[in-house]
């Protein structure tokens, strides 16, 4: 495939995705199919640089690859599989940890606030070369392209600083990534809490809505969504964030501007918006939480179709890794 390689990793540290991660990310992840060659990658070995129950882990591994899996990510168009299934990330993470300075390291600004919050005895070595585990993760597969949110710029920085450090001192070998900027991506709001992105670590359930809830409980949270005092369905962040919010849903899901929103709903009540919205909404998760409960149900096929992955993955990190040990003189 000539197709320009994009590379994105899953934190499987969840049992369900939410609608923020679906429409602000995995959309895109499978509008991305259409035009590159993605790697999508639960990254399982970056998990546990939080403490994990091994059994919560496996299963939440096995939750996160089904409902990307559901939700549209295509093995014959994608590269999907789990990080640990492909021992080269370590391998490369390795070589690349002994070209980042310590003092490189330590500036990255997500290590410093959570070592921060942690204090020094409780930070791990772990938890300060995840950057330069990430930089293997992306730079095994020859990837052009890495979509980044504000909090990964750093890290993605100091991925291309590590690329271009082991070509001038090896030989041209790596490929340098760029950052992907997503076409502007849908921003969802905590139905509770309107002006508090949503969030797996919110306090409350109440006004997350995830893909594996079933579909009474998904109109429930609708029904219950925090609005305003007014009548009128208008888009207005700053004055009515809770409106503004379901209209943005809306708009994401049907694919309908925020005019015609405000159009179909001129002089019609709050509690129309949400029954609507919640319908939609559940027209669209329904049939992926119900096809992840299938993989779930049936593990031989979802460890197959995980092979299948990891073979894929495998081809082309053994590959790089190769040439990178070639290189170093191995
Ligand atoms: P969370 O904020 O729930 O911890 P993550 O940080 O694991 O979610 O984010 C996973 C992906 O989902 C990222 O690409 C992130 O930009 C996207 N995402 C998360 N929350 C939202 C949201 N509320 N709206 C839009 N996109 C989101
Ligand atoms: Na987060």
Redesign the pocket.
């Known amino acids: 495939t000539t197709r320009p390689v994009v590379f994105?990793g899953?934190?499987p540290?969840?049992d369900s995705?939410?609608?923020?991660?679906?429409?602000?990310?995995?959309l895109n992840w499978v509008a991305l199919q259409d035009d590159y060659d993605p790697v999508y990658c639960v990254v399982d070995l970056h998990a546990i640089t939080v403490q994990q129950d091994p059994a919560a882990l496996r299963e939440n591994v096995r939750r996160t690859a089904a409902q990307y899996l559901a939700s549209g990510i295509d093995l014959d168009r994608s590269t999907l599989f789990v990080q640990s299934h492909v021992p080269e990330h370590t391998q490369l993470a390795w070589v690349l940890g002994t070209m980042t300075g310590f003092g490189e390291a330590g500036r990255m600004t997500q290590f410093k606030d959570k070592s921060a919050k942690q204090g020094s005895e409780n930070t791990t070595v772990g938890l300060f070369t995840y950057p330069v585990l990430m930089a293997a993760d992306i730079l095994l597969y020859g990837t052009e392209l890495v979509?980044v949110?504000d909090?990964q710029r750093q890290h993605l920085e100091l991925t291309r600083d590590l690329a271009g450090r082991f070509n001038s001192r090896y030989g041209e070998t790596l490929v340098v990534p760029e950052a992907l900027i997503p076409k502007e991506?849908?921003?969802?709001?905590?139905l509770q809490e309107p002006t508090a992105?949503?969030?797996?670590?919110?306090a409350s359930e109440a006004g997350l809505v995830k893909l594996m809830d079933d579909p009474a409980l998904t109109a429930k949270k609708f029904r219950s969504a925090v609005t305003d005092a007014e009548r009128e369905i208008r888009h207005d962040p700053a004055t009515k964030p809770g409106i503004s919010n379901l209209l943005d849903i809306y708009a994401a899901i049907s694919g309908l501007s925020i005019p015609a929103l405000e159009t179909q709903y001129a002089g019609r009540g709050y509690g129309d918006l949400k029954k609507d919205l919640a319908d939609v909404v559940v027209d669209r998760i329904a049939p992926i939480r119900a096809r992840t409960l299938e993989l779930l149900d049936d593990p031989a096929e979802l460890d197959r179709l995980l092979a299948i992955g990891a073979d894929k993955a495998s081809e082309r990190a053994e590959r790089m890794l190769r040439t990178v040990y070639d290189r170093v003189g191995f």
Do not use: T
């Open positions: 994105s899953m934190q540290s969840s995705l939410h609608l923020g991660n679906y429409l602000g990310a995995l979509p949110g909090d991506s849908a921003r969802i709001y905590d992105k949503m969030s797996k670590s919110a």
